[in-house]
């Protein structure tokens, strides 16, 4: 995560410098939220006792966790490919012991501060019993995080070692939920083309007589999301873009296609996914460790372009042992099982992506509903980084973020107006959909729904 390490040095300079500012500055209450279990998405069932999953959320991020945790120790193998990965115990893994000793694979939200969910589990085993702190009963967790910070949220809520232990106890088989959930809860893809479009975690199953095969994936990629047809699942495109979309057109259509000014003409020239593929088939290490790699590298299909500098990709590949390796040619051979494996992972990468939201039409309202306006004015609160101000002039409102970041479309520079989109309902219009909502509590609510911001009147 090379450019974390620079956002954080530059955070901690600022610190230094700037410390009188920054105390005055409260964080946001951690200890305050509510945790929400095993909710959202679509709900996947498999059948699969081994293998147990549990999410938990932050709504008010919103930002989450995913456990996977299994009845006894397994096998497992991790590769590596992004540019700016963040993980935990991936060095034990890459000794390759032929012992197994994997209890449990967490993905989290949070960045770099959701790396303490990965131990978190660990403790949790520790003080449930199920393992003790002797040498050969020490619980072994692994994961990997996503950034989910910057501009796709209003504030600096993180999952924390209270949230992943709730995920953890709230384990249980043969569920997962696709789309915003979990550690996918407040993820994006195509950022690389300015995409934006939202994303979330994605799992898919098959089992092949008695050998099961499961993938997970939290997509979170600089690239997008591409379809067996080679189109583009999600995409908030740029004024032009051809109507059907494809993969292959934006990255013929480089740099233009990146630069905002490609029309569709082919002469014309921040972000991670963590996985996780499970087999319930006894495998070598080095069988398991090659699985890793051969479906990481098939990832590169469905996501493109995949592995750059700026995503932290992570697999983890897992054998739970279970069914011995079938003689002669009846089962499959290990790079059979990758290539089945790889097309699961792919199901699984489609299944992450969630329904978009709309564009928010522009409605044309009368003056006596124009005149109540008014009683929208005043400052509304997101968090200590985030606040909007709201002004009326001439009859129309004016929306103006006032606080260290700008608010999506919503500037520090200069207030920008916002149009009807309904009764307390208004827009911004531009490339990236954008509602504001005004309660009858009189707070807001940005982008009400699956990734809303919810912003308190001062």
């Given amino acids: 995560m ?14 230094v410098t700037a410390g009188p500012a920054i105390a005055d500055t409260a964080p946001d209450p951690q200890d305050k939220l509510a945790t929400v279990v095993n909710s959202g998405g679509k709900t ?61 694979v967490v993905f989290s939200g949070g960045s770099w501060y959701g790396l303490e969910n990965v131990t978190a589990v660990g403790t949790a085993l520790k003080d449930d019993g199920v393992r003790t702190g002797m040498w050969d009963s020490i619980a072994l967790s692994v994961g990997a995080i996503i950034y989910d910070f910057g501009d796709r949220r209003l504030n ?21 939920r696709n789309g915003a959930s979990g550690a996918g809860r407040m993820t994006r893809t195509g950022d690389f083309f300015k995409c934006k479009a939202h994303s979330g975690q994605g799992g898919a199953f098959r089992q092949i007589g008695d050998l099961k095969i499961a993938a997970f994936t939290v997509v ?35 740099p233009g296609s990146r630069r905002g000014n490609w029309k569709g003409d082919l002469n014309a020239k921040r972000n991670t996914t963590v996985s996780l593929v499970v087999v319930n088939q006894k495998m070598p290490v080095a069988e398991l460790q090659r699985l890793a790699v051969q479906v990481h590298t ?27 390796a079938p003689e002669g040619s009846a089962g499959l051979s290990s790079p059979e099982m990758g290539a089945v494996a790889s097309e699961v992972m792919w199901d699984a990468i489609l299944a992450s992506v969630p329904e ?42 004016f929306a103006h973020a006032t606080g260290e970041r700008d608010a999506f479309a919503i500037s520090r520079a200069t207030p920008v107006e916002l149009k009807s989109a309904g009764p307390a309902m208004f827009t911004i219009p531009g490339r990236y959909p954008l509602l504001l909502k005004f309660e009858r509590g009189g707070d807001l609510t940005v982008n009400p729904g699956s990734w809303q911001q919810s912003g308190k009147r001062q």
Wanted: charged residues 25%; hydrophobic residues 40%; negative net charge.
């Fill in 44 to 104: 996947m069932k498999f059948d699969w006792p081994m293998l147990k999953i549990g999410t938990a959320e932050y709504s008010e991020g919103p930002t989450g966790v995913t456990v996977f945790r299994f009845d006894h120790k397994v096998l497992a193998a991790v590769d590596v490919r992004g540019g700016g990965p963040g993980t935990v115990n991936t060095d034990w893994l890459r000794l390759s012991y032929d012992t197994p000793d994997l209890d449990a």
């Fill in 220 to 254: 979170n990629a600089l690239g997008v999301v591409t379809d067996r047809e080679g189109k583009v699942v999600a995409c908030n495109p740029e004024a032009g873009w051809p109507k059907n979309l494809r993969t292959a057109d934006l990255m013929a259509g480089l």
């Fill in 156 to 176: 600096e809520i993180y999952p924390d070692k209270r949230l992943a232990q709730a995920a953890f106890h709230a384990v249980e088989a043969g569920t997962f």
């Fill in 356 to 397: 978009q939201p709309k564009p928010v039409p522009v409605v044309t309202v009368g003056k006596d509903e124009m005149r109540g306006w008014g009683a929208h004015a005043g400052d509304y609160r997101f968090s200590s980084y985030v606040s909007i101000r709201i002004t009326e002039k001439g009859g129309k409102l």
């Fill in 2 to 15: 090379r450019f974390l390490r620079i956002m954080l040095a530059s955070a901690i300079a600022m610190a």
């Fill in 298 to 324: 098939s990832m590169a299909r469905g996501l493109q372009p995949f592995a750059t500098l700026a995503d932290g990709d992570v697999l983890y590949a897992v054998s739970t042992g279970e069914i011995d």
